[in-house]
């Protein structure tokens, strides 16, 4: 027999503690004290380990590998370039449900967004889950998809890209790699002969000489799959991706071998033995409402905290109100711990200028509300900023860029690139320090975000309580960021950790297209 979660254990080294200090325990007590213990071993998750068993099925391995740079958004294949590419790998996975498939997306950067698997449902979600809204970096790099997927463990590795090329000229490095790592690369290319001219917004992009970008399929794809033993495919319709499906069908036939272990759970005995040892303790009217006084005690508690909550927001407001940032940031530490008090107190102290403390407070934070989060990495990367953490900073604004949206974080982040980090300047002095200088000077800011209030001087970054008169209002800004903020389908999701892989070298990229 094992204990799948042995560690739970180590709770009973306070029960007994606790226990030892009791001076001549009733016997209720000792049924009660005795039902824990059985809780704990109920937790711990006692299982009895039944033999190994021996599962075999047919597979091969391949590797998918979607272009997400910007010229992929391009529409001279319908409905563009990376939707179509998205179709036909779905019509692939589908074809081939016995197979493993391990998918990529790749821009300057490889980002693995679903492990090797033969869970069909996984792969389209996982697939359906990236949103390239969130893909900072724009140019195509194959040299770095050949050098992530050399790393995976498949002695051959069946690569197959949908891609248009990019402008990328180093064949010779390619073949290298490929013949290295036992890379066999299917590509399919995914672009037109005739091209397109590339646009952002209703403006053509140009290149250094101010030429209009034209993009196309790259020869090189040819001599890439001739000098490496793979096979060229054309995507100009679902159609084509036939033929690449009867090519892969043709492969020999893998046999996969897997050993299982599984376990039968028992966790239910000592659960059934700590119920009825329980029910045994309180069975008595005194012991029944020893279990209850808590509550009785608690609700008149609770009741006087929330009385006093409403004062003390009342002040700190006030505070705030008045710039008196850190007799707010006081009167806020007396208010509940929460969410929001917390935000609250940081925002006072950045306003009062002690950054340090704003970040402490700003880190105890935890939450699974996406905007709150952006919230939190856009304030921190000013408060880095102001400490002259370049670094740091720049990674926080591109955290906040990961989760949505955030006009304000691209504008600093842009503006630290171009100032290269090494430089000694003050940043901070740099920018527009309000709202209002921010929109007379056609440009953003480094000060905290600001948060559309009935009261003047609440922002963003500032009160985000509703209690009380002022409540805040929604912005059209926050609306867009909620529209571009919708939840994924399915159970499969991407933290901006995941973003951060593919947004490696954002801002200095030689060609963003």
């Not at 498949?154 to 890209?161: D, E, S, T, V």
């Not at 196309?216 to 319709?237: A, F, H, Q, V």
Request: a positive charge; hydrophobic letters at 35%.
């Amino acid at each position: 027999m094992a204990l799948l979660n042995a560690w739970v254990l180590f709770g009973l080294i306070p029960l007994y503690l606790i226990f030892k200090k009791e001076v001549h325990p009733h016997k209720q007590k000792k049924l009660l004290y005795l039902s824990l213990v059985f809780m704990f071993f109920a937790m711990a998750r006692p299982a009895y380990e039944n033999a190994y068993v021996e599962q075999n099925f047919n597979s091969h391995d391949y590797i998918i590998a979607i272009d997400a740079s910007y010229s992929m958004q391009a529409q001279d294949l319908k409905p563009s370039r990376y939707k179509l590419a998205k179709l036909a790998i779905k019509k692939l996975i589908k074809e081939h449900p016995q197979d493993r498939f391990t998918l990529f997306a790749f821009t300057s950067s490889a980002l693995l967004i679903s492990p090797p698997t033969t869970d069909t449902e996984i792969s389209m979600m996982a697939l359906d889950a990236l949103n390239p809204k969130y893909i900072l970096t724009k140019s195509t790099n194959l040299k770095n998809l050949f050098k992530t997927v050399a790393k995976l463990p498949m002695k051959q590795k069946n690569l197959i890209i949908f891609s248009d090329g990019g402008d990328e000229h180093s064949v010779a490095t390619l073949v290298k790699i490929a013949k290295n790592a036992s890379i066999i690369p299917y590509i399919v290319a995914t672009a037109t002969q005739k091209g397109a001219a590339l646009k952002k917004g209703t403006k053509y992009i140009k290149d250094t000489h101010d030429s209009i970008v034209i993009s196309r399929i790259n020869p090189m794809l040819i001599d890439l799959s001739n000098e490496t033993g793979g096979k060229y495919y054309e995507l100009s319709s679902l159609n084509d991706i036939e033929k690449l499906s009867s090519d892969l069908q043709t492969q020999q036939t893998k046999k996969e071998h897997i050993q299982v272990k599984t376990y039968k759970e028992l966790f239910y005995i000592p659960l059934f033995i700590a119920l009825v040892l329980y029910i045994s303790s309180v069975t008595r009217i005194a012991q029944r409402f020893l279990v209850f006084l808590p509550l009785f005690l608690f609700i008149p508690n609770q009741s006087r905290a929330n009385l006093l909550d409403f004062h003390y927001l009342k002040s700190a407001n006030q505070y705030y109100k008045e710039h008196k940032y850190k007799n707010a940031a006081t009167a806020f530490k007396k208010v509940s711990p929460s969410p929001k008090s917390y935000y609250n107190i940081a925002t006072s102290y950045y306003k009062e200028g002690a950054y340090k403390k704003a970040v402490s407070y700003y880190m105890q934070i935890k939450s699974s509300d996406k905007e709150l989060k952006q919230k939190l990495f856009y304030n921190l990367g000013n408060c880095a900023v102001k400490l002259k953490e370049y670094d740091r900073a720049k990674k926080y604004y591109i955290y906040a860029l990961a989760l949505g949206e955030d006009k304000d974080a691209l504008y600093n982040l842009t503006l630290l690139r171009k100032l290269h980090l090494k430089s000694a300047k003050d940043v901070s002095k740099m920018l527009p320090q309000n709202q209002q200088t921010a929109k007379k000077n056609s440009s953003k800011k480094f000060s905290n975000k600001k948060k559309s209030s009935g009261k003047k001087g609440s922002n963003r970054s500032g009160n985000s309580q509703s209690n009380g008169s002022g409540a805040n209002k929604k912005t059209k800004r926050n609306k867009s960021i909620k529209s571009t903020s919708k939840k994924q389908k399915g159970a499969y999701k991407f933290t901006y950790k995941a973003y951060e892989k593919i947004n490696k070298g954002y801002t200095d990229e030689k060609e963003p297209w």
